[in-house]
């Protein structure tokens, strides 16, 4: 069986992404967690009692804290596993 360049070059590429997602990276990992945290824990204290007819009870409010919390991370470890697989370029701009 024969495969193009380009055909190699895309199954490394998915298996970049796929052993970061099984192993991780230490350092993005505890930074990620510590700013998921924080952002949960900032959004929780955002809640008004007053307020809850627009958010719901405090039980509501903090199911739907961690529900977006949990789709930042999964956004953000995509976008890393991209970066880290070449997809996607970090530009630094000063």
Same mark, same amino acid.
């Given at each position: 069986?024969?495969?193009?360049?380009?055909?190699?070059?895309?199954?490394?590429?998915?298996?970049?992404?796929?052993?970061?997602?099984?192993? +991780?990276?230490?350092?993005?990992?505890?930074?990620?967690?510590?700013?998921?945290?924080?952002?949960?824990?900032?959004?929780?204290?955002?809640?008004?009692?007053?307020?809850?007819?627009?958010? +719901?009870?405090?039980?509501?409010?903090?199911?739907?804290?961690?529900?977006?919390?949990?789709?930042?991370?999964?956004?953000?470890?995509?976008?890393? +596993?991209?970066?880290?697989? +070449?997809?996607?370029?970090?530009?630094?701009?000063?």
């Amino acid at each position: 069986m024969k495969i193009t360049k380009r055909q190699l070059k895309r199954i490394i590429k998915e298996e970049k992404v796929s052993l970061l997602r099984e192993v +991780g990276d230490p350092i993005a990992d505890e930074l990620l967690s510590n700013f998921i945290l924080r952002l949960a824990n900032e959004l929780y204290a955002l809640y008004v009692p007053e307020d809850v007819d627009r958010f +719901g009870s405090p039980e509501e409010y903090e199911e739907q804290v961690d529900k977006l919390a949990d789709e930042v991370e999964g956004f953000v470890r995509t976008r890393l +596993g991209d970066l880290y697989a +070449g997809d996607i370029r970090l530009e630094i701009r000063r």
